[in-house]
Protein backbone atom coordinates (compact mmCIF):
# COMPACT_ATOMS: atom_id res chain seq x y z
CA UNK A 1 0.00 0.00 0.00
CA UNK A 2 1.35 3.45 -0.78
CA UNK A 3 2.45 5.28 2.71
CA UNK A 4 0.21 8.98 2.60
CA UNK A 5 1.87 11.73 4.27
CA UNK A 6 1.08 11.20 7.59
CA UNK A 7 0.18 15.10 7.74
CA UNK A 8 -1.93 14.58 5.31
CA UNK A 9 -4.25 11.76 6.78
CA UNK A 10 -4.27 14.53 10.18
CA UNK A 11 -5.65 17.38 7.77
CA UNK A 12 -8.02 15.52 6.25
CA UNK A 13 -9.49 13.53 9.29
CA UNK A 14 -9.31 17.60 10.84
CA UNK A 15 -11.47 18.70 8.01
CA UNK A 16 -8.47 20.72 7.04
CA UNK A 17 -8.41 19.64 3.35
CA UNK A 18 -10.42 20.21 0.61
CA UNK A 19 -10.57 18.02 -2.38
CA UNK A 20 -10.80 19.73 -5.72
CA UNK A 21 -11.18 17.51 -8.69
CA UNK A 22 -11.40 17.42 -12.12
CA UNK A 23 -12.04 15.38 -15.23
CA UNK A 24 -9.94 12.72 -14.57
CA UNK A 25 -12.31 11.41 -11.82
CA UNK A 26 -15.41 12.09 -14.02
CA UNK A 27 -13.36 9.60 -16.80
CA UNK A 28 -13.91 6.70 -14.87
CA UNK A 29 -17.69 6.93 -14.86
CA UNK A 30 -20.09 4.94 -17.23
CA UNK A 31 -23.40 5.99 -18.94
CA UNK A 32 -26.83 4.72 -17.58
CA UNK A 33 -28.35 5.77 -21.00
CA UNK A 34 -26.44 3.91 -23.60
CA UNK A 35 -28.80 4.79 -26.63
CA UNK A 36 -26.74 8.00 -26.87
CA UNK A 37 -23.91 6.00 -27.71
CA UNK A 38 -21.15 7.85 -25.36
CA UNK A 39 -19.91 5.00 -23.13
CA UNK A 40 -17.72 7.42 -20.94
CA UNK A 41 -17.28 10.95 -20.66
CA UNK A 42 -14.99 12.41 -23.58
CA UNK A 43 -11.74 13.87 -22.84
CA UNK A 44 -10.76 17.36 -23.94
CA UNK A 45 -8.89 16.11 -26.78
CA UNK A 46 -12.00 13.81 -27.76
CA UNK A 47 -14.61 16.79 -27.09
CA UNK A 48 -13.04 19.21 -29.59
CA UNK A 49 -12.59 16.77 -32.33
CA UNK A 50 -16.11 16.18 -32.06
CA UNK A 51 -16.84 19.94 -31.31
CA UNK A 52 -15.22 20.42 -34.67
CA UNK A 53 -17.55 18.85 -36.61
CA UNK A 54 -20.01 22.13 -35.95
CA UNK A 55 -17.87 24.07 -38.49
CA UNK A 56 -18.13 23.18 -42.35
CA UNK A 57 -16.07 21.44 -43.68
CA UNK A 58 -13.12 23.81 -45.24
CA UNK A 59 -13.22 26.50 -42.54
CA UNK A 60 -11.16 29.07 -42.42
CA UNK A 61 -9.98 28.72 -38.90
CA UNK A 62 -9.57 24.95 -38.74
CA UNK A 63 -5.88 24.91 -39.62
CA UNK A 64 -5.56 27.34 -36.30
CA UNK A 65 -8.09 25.07 -34.04
CA UNK A 66 -5.22 21.90 -35.35
CA UNK A 67 -2.83 24.25 -34.98
CA UNK A 68 -3.95 24.31 -31.07
CA UNK A 69 -4.66 21.07 -31.03
CA UNK A 70 -1.52 19.88 -31.63
CA UNK A 71 0.34 21.73 -29.02
CA UNK A 72 -2.44 20.48 -26.52
CA UNK A 73 -3.82 24.04 -26.22
CA UNK A 74 -6.95 23.21 -25.55
CA UNK A 75 -8.60 26.10 -24.50
CA UNK A 76 -7.90 28.40 -27.58
CA UNK A 77 -8.45 25.69 -29.48
CA UNK A 78 -12.16 25.28 -27.87
CA UNK A 79 -13.08 29.09 -28.45
CA UNK A 80 -12.27 29.20 -31.78
CA UNK A 81 -14.90 26.76 -31.96
CA UNK A 82 -17.30 28.40 -29.97
CA UNK A 83 -16.41 31.89 -31.87
CA UNK A 84 -17.02 30.19 -35.39
CA UNK A 85 -20.17 27.96 -34.35
CA UNK A 86 -23.72 27.94 -33.78
CA UNK A 87 -24.23 28.87 -30.40
CA UNK A 88 -27.62 26.63 -30.02
CA UNK A 89 -25.65 24.13 -31.53
CA UNK A 90 -22.76 23.92 -29.47
CA UNK A 91 -24.85 24.26 -26.28
CA UNK A 92 -26.76 21.60 -27.68
CA UNK A 93 -23.54 19.49 -28.25
CA UNK A 94 -22.45 20.01 -24.42
CA UNK A 95 -25.64 19.16 -23.44
CA UNK A 96 -25.69 15.34 -25.19
CA UNK A 97 -22.19 14.75 -24.33
CA UNK A 98 -22.10 16.09 -20.19
CA UNK A 99 -25.98 15.30 -19.40
CA UNK A 100 -28.10 13.26 -21.22
CA UNK A 101 -26.12 10.30 -20.92
CA UNK A 102 -26.56 10.34 -17.50
CA UNK A 103 -23.14 9.14 -16.23
CA UNK A 104 -23.42 7.13 -12.99
CA UNK A 105 -21.20 7.46 -9.73
CA UNK A 106 -17.64 5.67 -9.73
CA UNK A 107 -15.48 4.61 -6.51
CA UNK A 108 -13.45 7.45 -7.04
CA UNK A 109 -17.00 9.34 -5.95
CA UNK A 110 -18.10 7.08 -3.42
CA UNK A 111 -14.43 7.53 -1.97
CA UNK A 112 -14.61 11.20 -1.67
CA UNK A 113 -18.05 11.01 -0.30
CA UNK A 114 -17.06 8.82 2.60
CA UNK A 115 -13.90 10.65 3.54
CA UNK A 116 -16.43 13.19 4.03
CA UNK A 117 -14.82 16.34 3.99
CA UNK A 118 -16.85 19.96 4.58
CA UNK A 119 -15.72 21.17 1.45
CA UNK A 120 -15.62 19.62 -2.09
CA UNK A 121 -14.86 21.90 -5.48
CA UNK A 122 -15.15 20.72 -8.89
CA UNK A 123 -14.16 22.00 -12.00
CA UNK A 124 -16.69 19.54 -14.09
CA UNK A 125 -19.84 20.87 -15.06
CA UNK A 126 -21.45 17.16 -15.40
CA UNK A 127 -23.84 16.19 -12.11
CA UNK A 128 -21.94 12.67 -11.28
CA UNK A 129 -20.76 14.07 -7.42
CA UNK A 130 -24.60 15.84 -7.07
CA UNK A 131 -26.05 12.41 -7.55
CA UNK A 132 -23.31 10.25 -5.49
CA UNK A 133 -24.59 12.97 -2.39
CA UNK A 134 -27.37 12.64 -3.42
CA UNK A 135 -29.19 10.93 -0.16
CA UNK A 136 -27.13 13.69 1.90
CA UNK A 137 -28.67 16.57 0.38
CA UNK A 138 -25.26 18.61 0.22
CA UNK A 139 -25.70 22.25 -0.82
CA UNK A 140 -24.21 22.88 -4.34
CA UNK A 141 -23.09 26.51 -5.13
CA UNK A 142 -21.90 27.43 -8.68
CA UNK A 143 -19.36 30.10 -9.97
CA UNK A 144 -22.16 32.76 -10.69
CA UNK A 145 -24.71 32.43 -7.41
CA UNK A 146 -25.39 35.12 -5.10
CA UNK A 147 -22.28 35.31 -3.19
CA UNK A 148 -24.35 34.94 0.22
CA UNK A 149 -25.43 31.85 -0.90
CA UNK A 150 -22.33 30.72 -0.99
CA UNK A 151 -20.83 32.75 2.32
CA UNK A 152 -24.22 31.21 4.27
CA UNK A 153 -23.42 27.60 3.21
CA UNK A 154 -19.19 27.74 4.02
CA UNK A 155 -20.54 28.73 7.65
CA UNK A 156 -23.11 26.20 8.06
CA UNK A 157 -22.56 22.68 9.46
CA UNK A 158 -23.39 21.07 6.00
CA UNK A 159 -20.71 19.54 3.77
CA UNK A 160 -20.68 21.72 0.60
CA UNK A 161 -20.19 21.31 -3.19
CA UNK A 162 -19.09 23.88 -5.01
CA UNK A 163 -19.00 24.38 -8.84
CA UNK A 164 -15.90 26.22 -9.88
CA UNK A 165 -16.94 26.11 -13.43
CA UNK A 166 -21.13 26.20 -12.84
CA UNK A 167 -23.13 23.41 -13.66
CA UNK A 168 -24.92 22.09 -17.22
CA UNK A 169 -28.17 22.64 -16.24
CA UNK A 170 -27.23 26.20 -17.17
CA UNK A 171 -24.62 25.40 -20.04
CA UNK A 172 -24.75 29.59 -21.19
CA UNK A 173 -22.68 29.62 -17.73
CA UNK A 174 -20.15 26.96 -17.99
CA UNK A 175 -16.73 28.03 -18.07
CA UNK A 176 -14.83 25.80 -20.70
CA UNK A 177 -12.28 28.42 -22.41
CA UNK A 178 -10.35 30.81 -21.85
CA UNK A 179 -11.90 34.14 -22.53
CA UNK A 180 -14.66 32.39 -20.48
CA UNK A 181 -13.07 31.95 -17.31
CA UNK A 182 -11.17 35.17 -17.60
CA UNK A 183 -14.69 36.92 -18.28
CA UNK A 184 -15.47 35.48 -15.22
CA UNK A 185 -13.30 36.70 -12.50
CA UNK A 186 -13.76 39.90 -13.30
CA UNK A 187 -17.64 39.53 -12.89
CA UNK A 188 -17.84 37.41 -10.02
CA UNK A 189 -14.36 38.68 -8.14
CA UNK A 190 -16.78 37.92 -5.13
CA UNK A 191 -16.46 34.29 -5.59
CA UNK A 192 -12.86 34.16 -6.49
CA UNK A 193 -11.99 36.13 -3.46
CA UNK A 194 -13.32 33.37 -1.47
CA UNK A 195 -11.49 30.68 -3.43
CA UNK A 196 -8.03 32.46 -2.27
CA UNK A 197 -9.39 32.79 0.93
CA UNK A 198 -9.84 28.82 1.06
CA UNK A 199 -6.42 28.30 -0.41
CA UNK A 200 -5.34 30.24 1.94
CA UNK A 201 -6.72 28.11 5.01
CA UNK A 202 -6.89 25.10 3.81
CA UNK A 203 -4.66 22.10 2.08
CA UNK A 204 -5.58 21.69 -0.91
CA UNK A 205 -5.65 18.42 -2.68
CA UNK A 206 -5.63 18.45 -6.55
CA UNK A 207 -7.63 14.95 -8.10
CA UNK A 208 -7.79 13.83 -11.24
CA UNK A 209 -5.76 16.16 -13.16
CA UNK A 210 -3.05 16.13 -15.53
CA UNK A 211 0.04 18.22 -15.22
CA UNK A 212 -1.24 20.27 -18.73
CA UNK A 213 -4.79 20.05 -18.07
CA UNK A 214 -6.04 23.50 -19.06
CA UNK A 215 -8.18 23.58 -15.43
CA UNK A 216 -5.71 22.99 -13.16
CA UNK A 217 -3.66 25.80 -15.33
CA UNK A 218 -6.11 28.30 -14.60
CA UNK A 219 -6.90 27.04 -10.54
CA UNK A 220 -2.94 26.99 -9.78
CA UNK A 221 -3.15 30.99 -10.63
CA UNK A 222 -4.85 30.98 -7.34
CA UNK A 223 -2.33 28.63 -5.62
CA UNK A 224 0.49 31.02 -6.98
CA UNK A 225 -1.28 33.89 -4.89
CA UNK A 226 -1.84 32.01 -1.79
CA UNK A 227 1.76 30.70 -1.55
CA UNK A 228 2.71 29.57 2.49
CA UNK A 229 5.70 27.27 2.35
CA UNK A 230 4.99 25.38 5.60
CA UNK A 231 1.64 24.41 4.61
CA UNK A 232 1.79 22.90 0.88
CA UNK A 233 -1.49 21.57 -1.54
CA UNK A 234 -1.17 18.06 -3.10
CA UNK A 235 -1.97 17.05 -6.85
CA UNK A 236 -2.20 13.04 -6.80
CA UNK A 237 -0.59 11.83 -9.58
CA UNK A 238 0.42 8.29 -11.62
CA UNK A 239 4.23 7.57 -10.83
CA UNK A 240 6.17 9.02 -13.62
CA UNK A 241 6.20 12.39 -13.03
CA UNK A 242 9.58 13.87 -13.96
CA UNK A 243 11.40 15.31 -10.89
CA UNK A 244 12.66 18.94 -12.05
CA UNK A 245 8.51 19.69 -12.83
CA UNK A 246 8.31 18.48 -9.47
CA UNK A 247 10.71 20.87 -8.20
CA UNK A 248 8.69 23.74 -10.78
CA UNK A 249 5.82 23.31 -9.20
CA UNK A 250 6.52 23.04 -5.75
CA UNK A 251 8.49 26.23 -6.01
CA UNK A 252 6.30 28.13 -8.03
CA UNK A 253 3.04 26.75 -6.47
CA UNK A 254 4.24 25.24 -3.48
CA UNK A 255 2.20 21.97 -4.45
CA UNK A 256 3.89 18.60 -3.53
CA UNK A 257 3.51 15.98 -6.28
CA UNK A 258 1.98 12.90 -4.49
CA UNK A 259 2.34 9.35 -6.53
CA UNK A 260 -0.44 7.16 -5.57
CA UNK A 261 0.54 4.38 -8.07
CA UNK A 262 2.03 3.26 -11.14
CA UNK A 263 -0.85 4.20 -13.58
CA UNK A 264 -4.49 6.06 -13.14
CA UNK A 265 -6.24 2.75 -12.60
CA UNK A 266 -4.67 2.34 -9.17
CA UNK A 267 -6.46 5.31 -7.77
CA UNK A 268 -9.88 3.84 -7.33
CA UNK A 269 -7.46 1.17 -4.68
CA UNK A 270 -5.77 4.03 -3.45
CA UNK A 271 -9.34 6.34 -2.41
CA UNK A 272 -10.13 2.85 -0.78
CA UNK A 273 -6.82 2.80 1.10
CA UNK A 274 -7.06 6.99 2.06
CA UNK A 275 -10.61 6.02 3.18
CA UNK A 276 -9.76 3.64 5.69
CA UNK A 277 -6.75 5.61 6.92
CA UNK A 278 -8.69 8.50 7.38
CA UNK A 279 -11.60 6.89 8.94
CA UNK A 280 -9.10 5.02 11.23
CA UNK A 281 -7.59 8.12 12.48
CA UNK A 282 -10.42 9.48 13.21
CA UNK A 283 -11.58 6.57 15.45
CA UNK A 284 -8.70 6.61 17.21
CA UNK A 285 -8.24 10.21 18.41
CA UNK A 286 -11.95 10.24 19.25
CA UNK A 287 -13.22 12.70 15.97
CA UNK A 288 -16.59 12.96 14.48
CA UNK A 289 -16.88 10.67 10.96
Known sequence: MVQTPPNLIREIANKRVIFFFGSGISANSISEDKTHGLEKPLTWGNFINKAKELLSEGHPAIP????????????????????????????????????????????????????????????????????????????????????????????????????????????????????????????????????????????VVFLGYSLNDPDINLQLELTNKTKVDSNPHYIFMAKGVDIELQKQWKECYNVNVFEYGDTRYDLPKYMEDLSKEVNSYKLEHSLPK
Do not use: W
Open 64 to 203: YIDSMLAKEDYLKALQAIKNNSDSGLYAELLRKNFDYPHFLPNPIHEFIKDINCKIVITTNFDKIYEQCCGSHGYPVINYNDDISKLMTNLRSSENLIIKAHGTIDNANKIIFTENEFYEARKKYADFYSVLKSLFLTHT
